[in-house]
């Protein structure tokens, strides 16, 4: 097999912390009723689908009307977006910039609403320094979808064999690996810095 030569990141809870309990911890104190709301009224699958490109005033009207008494809570989501988002994960990050200081190309292939990834982009310079992105809502695609990782591998000229793709979904990790990708999945306890010199990266 090819050793890799180029870093491909995804963002949220690699580069980033995400989460909706940050912000909903604070308005819905209570666990049990916070975790309903996060499963039943906005579940994950309704933040794909803005993730995919869908605009925000149809998504919210989308879940007003099934759940009009929730209307304030259902706002919040988009208003106090940044709240999900606490802080970057800097031993990640860490990694990223020191890839490119040794000049090894780094990308993204992430699934994230376009406005909010601009967004975080302001916040977070360091999004600003891959030399490419695919951001999923302009694409209208989604990992695990391989047709975001085709996207990705046709626009920039890469070979899948020269890339190491880190994600924090295993879903994620498994279709770029069904398509010659090398992958790390990253959790809480991964030690990136460790899984990427493993794979040959000299940082």
């Known amino acids: 097999m090819a050793t890799p030569t180029t870093l491909v990141f995804d963002i949220g809870n690699v580069l980033l912390r995400w989460s909706p309990d940050f912000l909903y911890a604070r308005l819905i104190p209570e666990k049990e009723e916070r975790e309903h709301f996060l499963r039943e009224i906005l579940p994950p699958a309704w933040n794909e689908e803005q993730d995919r490109g869908r605009g925000w005033d149809v998504a919210e ?6 759940f009009p008494d929730k209307a304030e809570l259902i706002r919040a989501w988009r208003a106090h977006w940044h709240e999900m988002i606490p802080h970057a994960i800097e031993r990640n990050v860490a990694v990223l910039q020191s890839a490119k200081e040794t000049g090894i190309p780094c990308y993204a292939i992430t699934n994230f609403a376009e406005d909010t990834f601009e967004e975080a982009q302001a916040r977070f310079p360091f999004l600003n320094t891959f030399d490419g992105i695919v951001v999923s809502a302009k694409e209208q695609l989604l990992k695990p979808d391989p047709a975001i990782f085709l996207l990705f591998l046709n626009r920039y000229a890469q070979n899948a ?38 794979h040959g990266f000299r940082l």
């Open 61 to 66: 009207a989308e879940r007003i009307a099934l």
């Open 161 to 198: 064999s020269d890339c190491l793709f880190i994600d924090d979904s295993a879903a994620n990790t498994a279709a770029a690996r069904k398509l010659g990708f090398a992958a790390i999945h990253v959790k809480s306890e991964t030690d990136l810095l460790s899984e990427v010199r493993a």
